[in-house]
């Protein structure tokens, strides 16, 4: 199809960039700040500019203030507005504080039952984006209660006609990479499969939680994550596979809207020489 007008529009997804203190290094070995700051300078880089950047979890690794302020200096020359969502190894209520003027952070009102979890809407570049929280605080896997998705159906509801993207930390499918699905979604993956199938304006399931770019058919949809912004998890499929990290290439995705659909591109950070023309 030949695509008319302007560049497409596109949603930047940037994903556990576990961030620690100043001068600290993750694992004494991995120097998380850096490699986001590098990722951000590409972000920045991008023409055209994203409409928006949303982190899929896992932004600091121990959840203390002085680590929201680190991540909060790093993500300052973003363009465009930033949205924050927490994975296993952030704490709600200290990235509410620190984030005190992201609205999207705040508690949805109504159900007491979702007070503590980090849900919420937005709209840009085309799309309806919806933020579904899936931690189980002081756990590393995840869960989706009867209330989140109770949220969830209520909100995809809402607006059954606009292409929307659903955000999670922990993805809904197994990997094959024993150690991490040991800490997947434990709970509420049929419900979501159905409320999923139900809802066919969902264009993508983005993820986290897994430190690699993974795609799988999910629920009637494409759920996939993408790689950290920092170390990645060893590829092994093993049954008996023991939990291994590595540096390989950092990255982030770039999701656009392109002639009815999303496409989505993962962008390998690092430097990979000049650009040659053909």
Same mark, same amino acid.
């Given at each position: 199809m030949q695509r008319h007008g302007g560049p497409p529009p596109m949603l930047v997804q940037?994903? #556990? $960039?576990?961030? %620690?203190?100043?001068?600290?290094? @993750? @694992?004494?070995?991995v120097d998380?700040?850096? !490699?986001?700051?590098? &990722? %951000?300078?590409? =972000? +920045? +880089? @991008?023409?055209?500019?994203?409409?928006? /950047? =949303?982190l899929t979890g896992d932004l600091v690794d121990r959840g203390t203030a002085e680590e929201y302020d680190h991540l909060r200096s790093l993500l300052a020359p973003l363009p465009g507005p930033v949205w924050l969502m927490p994975g296993n190894h952030d704490d709600a209520a200290v990235m509410r504080e620190v984030f005190a003027d992201h609205d999207e952070l705040q508690p949805v009102g109504g159900d007491p039952a979702l007070a503590g979890? /980090? @849900?919420w809407v937005r709209q840009t570049a085309g799309l309806r984006v919806v933020a579904l929280d899936t931690v189980v605080p002081r756990a590393s896997h995840g869960q989706l209660c009867p209330a989140? !998705? *109770?949220? !969830?159906?209520?909100?995809? &509801?809402?607006? $059954? #006609?606009?292409?929307? %993207?659903l955000a999670m930390h922990h993805p809904p499918f197994t990997t094959g990479i024993g150690h991490m699905d040991a800490i997947g !979604?434990? +709970? *509420? %993956?049929?419900e979501l499969a159905a409320l999923l199938q139900r809802h066919p304006q969902v264009e993508r399931v983005i993820c986290g939680h897994l430190h690699r770019p993974i795609t799988r058919r999910f629920g009637g949809t494409l759920a996939m994550t993408v790689p950290s912004t920092a170390h990645q998890i060893v590829l092994d499929l093993a049954p008996d596979a023991p939990p291994a990290w590595r540096l390989e290439p950092p990255g982030y995705a770039v999701h656009a809207w392109l002639d009815g659909a999303l496409v989505s591109h993962v962008v390998a950070l690092g430097d990979h020489g000049p650009v040659g023309l053909y």
């Open positions: 940037l994903s #556990d $960039p576990h961030i %620690v203190a100043p001068g600290r290094r @993750l @694992l004494d070995r998380t700040p850096s !490699l986001l700051a590098q &990722a %951000v300078t590409s =972000v +920045a +880089a @991008l023409q055209p500019q994203p409409a928006a /950047v =949303v979890h /980090v @849900l989140r !998705l *109770g949220w !969830l159906a209520r909100t995809l &509801a809402d607006e $059954p #006609d606009t292409p929307t %993207v !979604l434990r +709970a *509420g %993956v049929p």
